[in-house]
């Protein structure tokens, strides 16, 4: 069974600065997909970024990147120039998709604090 | 589009009451899914479907139970309710998975 893991239970960074998040996953598949979610204070849920396994190359979306290593199942999320609105819970997901019984598998979570 | 639409966005229920979480969703998406989320916590699937008609049990099924008549409607039914399952509710849908779920904005459910 896949399993996520987010090994940072919380963090805090001061504004501007960078942090980066981490997260590892355990699959046998060849063919995935890797996602972060965002949940602030307001508890909505929001994805930040999503990744394909078969792509090389890493995704970005403005200040947020990912560091994706395949064959050492790592998928960390670089956050740039961090913002009091970065304040949140951020979820690592993982799915594979072979039918249509498949699921996103969330990690527990990593709370993170933008200090001023 | 008003995307993933729940309510109520708060209630507080009495142990052995019983009620609706309604969901919806305008984007026409096959697969809708029921989370809960108690204090500090991941999420814990309840009930998922992967279209009209069909649903079936995630991890943490009991004292809920779902249906699908429509492909817009995903409503979830507490029977008996307990303090256990004082939690927050999130509903999200997709319509192929491998763009992620869309969520909505979630209920908060307290049972005294």
């Known amino acids: 069974a896949q399993t996520v893991t987010q090994s940072q239970p919380e963090m805090s960074v001061q504004e501007a600065e960078t942090v980066t998040l981490s997260c590892t996953y355990d699959?046998?598949?060849?063919?995935?997909?890797l996602f972060w979610y965002k949940q602030p204070p307001s508890r909505q849920m929001i994805l930040v970024i999503r990744?394909?396994?078969?792509?090389?190359q890493n995704a970005t979306e403005n200040r947020f990147s990912v560091n994706f290593q395949k064959a050492a199942k790592s998928f960390s999320l670089k956050i740039s120039d961090s913002q009091l609105g970065d304040t949140a819970m951020y979820f690592c997901a993982f799915m594979k998709l072979m039918n249509r019984d498949d699921k996103i598998i969330f990690g527990k979570g990593t709370r993170l604090h933008i200090l001023p | 589009n008003a995307g993933v639409t729940q309510t109520p966005k708060f209630r507080i229920l009495k142990i052995g009451q019983s009620m609706t979480l309604q969901c919806t969703q305008d984007m026409n998406h096959n697969y809708m899914y029921w989370y809960r989320q108690d204090p500090g916590m991941g999420l814990k699937l309840i009930y998922y479907?992967?279209?009209?008609?069909?649903?079936d049990k995630g991890e943490v099924p009991n004292g809920y139970n779902v249906s699908r008549s429509t492909t817009e409607d995903f409503p979830l039914r507490l029977e008996l309710a307990a303090p256990s399952q004082t939690s927050v509710y999130f509903c999200?849908?997709?319509?192929?998975?491998?763009?992620?779920?869309?969520f909505g904005s979630g209920t908060r459910l307290t049972v005294v």
């Open positions: 990744q394909e396994a078969y792509k090389q």
């Open positions: 999200a849908s997709s319509y192929d998975r491998v763009d992620g779920y869309t």
């Open positions: 699959t046998s598949e060849n063919n995935y997909y």
């Open positions: 479907s992967v279209g009209a008609g069909i649903t």
